[in-house]
């Protein structure tokens, strides 16, 4: 993953916004037969997907499709703009609604963290982008749209239902960046991981029979072991943690807060996971 950091709206949003839901006027004809603004997009994620963000630009886009790179300014404003655009075209939601299952809120915040987690690893670029203030197009509003709909019966404001949407995706996205940085320092360094730390093994055997860590020292053989799945442990901790608030906050409406009208729209609520870009 290449280091540096690009920032969502950093273009015309004006422009953009034109761009992702289709309000602006297009080419009435493209000075290449095929040439379009999703095929644009489309090449740009598979540069981002095989390089790296630092490899897009509006230059390298234009060779991927043997144009001129002016022909792709007839199409979108620049790399801000561009960027946007390949935002919200990974993040297209799917359209099977068993993707987030039928057991109500868990469920789905569960499969969304899970389809996420996926999201970021398959696009590793994303963690290059700065989606502090996002440029908000129809697959981000779709997908959102979705999620609240299966969680809207949690019965929390609205403001915490965002809320949890948050937790979780933030959760993930650090969960997803140790994990891509790991896979970049076992590239780079030319190191597996096991031979990484059977390098310090020697300097921590030392280390742990000196006495100065005894806890440490106590811990079992398979503490850092690879068969234990810190992100889905993580995961259910912060479920866990959503179920208490959401028990109290019913305990505390009574019980016609988780009676059947409290329920009904999870049951044609339909799902929020991206397709496979």
Do not use: C
């Not at 404003?77 to 799917?94: N, Y």
């Not at 970021?120 to 994303?126: F, G, K, M, N």
């Not at 959102?144 to 929390?156: A, N």
Request: hydrophobic share 40%; charged share 25%; glycine share 12%.
């Amino acid at each position: 993953m290449a280091s540096g950091t690009e920032t969502s709206g950093s273009g015309d949003i004006g422009r953009t916004l034109e761009l992702l839901w289709d309000t602006g006027r297009r080419p009435s004809r493209g000075p290449k037969p095929g040439l379009t603004l999703e095929r644009i997009v489309e090449v740009a994620v598979e540069v981002a997907d095989r390089e790296g963000l630092g490899a897009v630009s509006m230059r390298r886009i234009a060779t991927e499709l043997g144009t001129g790179t002016m022909s792709l300014y007839r199409y979108v404003p620049g790399k801000g703009e561009l960027i946007d655009l390949m935002l919200d075209r990974v993040q297209r939601p799917s359209e099977n609604p068993g993707d987030f299952g039928d057991d109500g809120w868990r469920a789905a915040l569960e499969a969304l963290g899970r389809a996420a987690l996926a999201l970021y690893r398959r696009h590793t670029w994303l963690l290059e982008v700065n989606q502090s203030r996002p440029v908000l197009g129809p697959s981000a509003l779709d997908g959102l749209e979705r999620v609240l709909d299966r969680i809207k019966p949690m019965g929390l404001t609205d403001p915490e239902l965002v809320s949890a949407i948050i937790m979780v995706d933030g959760y993930v996205v650090g969960a997803a960046r140790t994990q891509v940085y790991a896979e970049e320092a076992e590239r780079t360094s030319g190191l597996t991981d096991a031979q990484f730390w059977a390098a310090q093994q020697p300097a921590l055997e030392k280390a742990m029979s000196s006495g100065r860590y005894p806890v440490l020292a106590s811990l079992s053989e398979d503490t850092f072991g690879t068969d234990f799945d810190h992100f889905e442990f993580g995961l259910q901790r912060i479920l866990d943690g959503l179920e208490v608030l959401v028990s109290a906050r019913r305990a505390a409406d009574g019980p016609a807060a988780d009676g059947p009208a409290a329920h009904g729209s999870a049951a044609h609520g339909s799902a929020a996971a991206e397709q496979p870009s």
